[in-house]
């Protein structure tokens, strides 16, 4: 064998390793990130929001134990091809509905604690959803919104049909489910009976949370692993990351009034989301700082602050 011929076999060989390995990193990345989660979400609140999370998870669990023994209706709809699933505590004496949407591979019942009583204090009606990939939702991959901003877009039409458009709808979201809401703010179509839109601690883009995230998880530079996963998505959960950004999105948005919310603390969605978010924003809109709170903990560091304004943003008072 002509030592030209070694030297081809063995950078053939390099390349064919090297490709491989990428993608068997891509592989466990995306099944990390964007699978179905197969394990209990307490796990990630230390990693990914703060060791700080953890004095609340005991009060957290018994709002979630409350709101599962209210009586409340299973509801069903599609989307996509998915069946979406939601829990609906009606007040039949508000002419108000809140759509409360999750964040990031929880589930609504899981994350209802993060708002301690807020909703008990609104006294409206209340929709908790399960996002697709999540909870008793349909679906295998989690889209980071978006995907999921037609589905809410989905159960804000079912609200709609239902009540005979008599019932104002609210939007109110999470992280993950703050990105999902203010996505949705940018689509054609929506009914006039959406009054309103709360994101707390919502990021800008959605491809850049999604990296982050799987840096956090599994310790590999994001942008290496950038056209792999983003190849991954095209094939698997049929969206790109590059389909948008909440920043683009909510440009659209010129009608809805929005009530932005966000911790200066958060390290895992930077507080500067929210403000490029408000500042890209052209509907009525407020910005609620939170100095020092982490992710998603304004409602629960600061509820002097963060309730009066939700409920002045819902019941003008």
């Not at 209210?70 to 508000?94: A, M, Q």
């Not at 409206?124 to 877009?153: A, K, N």
């Not at 911790?263 to 490029?276: A, E, L, Q």
Request: aromatic share 14%; net charge positive.
């Amino acid at each position: 064998m002509q030592p030209w011929q070694i030297i081809l076999i063995v950078i053939v060989s390099l390349i064919v390793v090297g490709i491989s390995t990428y993608f068997t990193i891509v592989n466990i990345t995306f099944g990390l990130v964007f699978s179905r989660f197969r394990f209990n979400r307490t796990i990630l609140y230390g990693q990914l929001f703060g060791l700080r999370w953890a004095r609340y998870l005991g009060s957290m669990e018994q709002i979630k134990q409350k709101y599962m023994r209210k009586k409340y209706e299973d509801i069903d709809i599609v989307n996509i091809n998915t069946k979406l699933h939601g829990y609906f505590y009606e007040n039949e004496k508000s002419n108000k509905i809140i759509i409360f949407v999750h964040g990031y591979y929880s589930s609504g019942f899981n994350d209802i604690g993060i708002q301690n009583d807020l909703y008990e204090q609104l006294n409206t009606s209340l929709l908790i959803v399960d996002q697709r990939g999540c909870g008793l939702s349909g679906g295998s991959y989690t889209t980071f919104g978006m995907r999921e901003r037609f589905d809410i877009r989905e159960w804000i039409f079912y609200l709609d049909e239902r009540f005979k458009e008599k019932k104002e709808i609210y939007l109110s979201g999470i992280s993950m489910g703050a990105a999902t809401v203010l996505l949705t703010s940018g689509l054609k179509g929506l009914p006039p009976s959406v009054k309103g839109i709360i994101a707390d601690s919502g990021y800008s883009r959605p491809s850049g949370i999604a990296l982050h995230t799987g840096k956090k998880i599994v310790k590999f530079k994001p942008r290496f692993l950038f056209f792999g996963i983003n190849m991954y998505c095209k094939i698997f959960a049929k969206f790109s990351m590059r389909e948008t950004t909440v920043t683009k999105e909510v440009k659209n948005n010129t009608k809805i009034p929005v009530l932005f919310i966000h911790g200066t603390g958060d390290d895992f969605v930077p507080y500067n989301m929210s403000v490029k978010n408000f500042k890209a924003c052209n509907a009525p809109k407020k910005l609620v700082k939170i100095e020092n709170a982490t992710h998603c903990e304004s409602m629960r560091y600061a509820p002097e602050i963060v309730y009066p304004a939700i409920r002045e943003f819902i019941h003008g008072q």
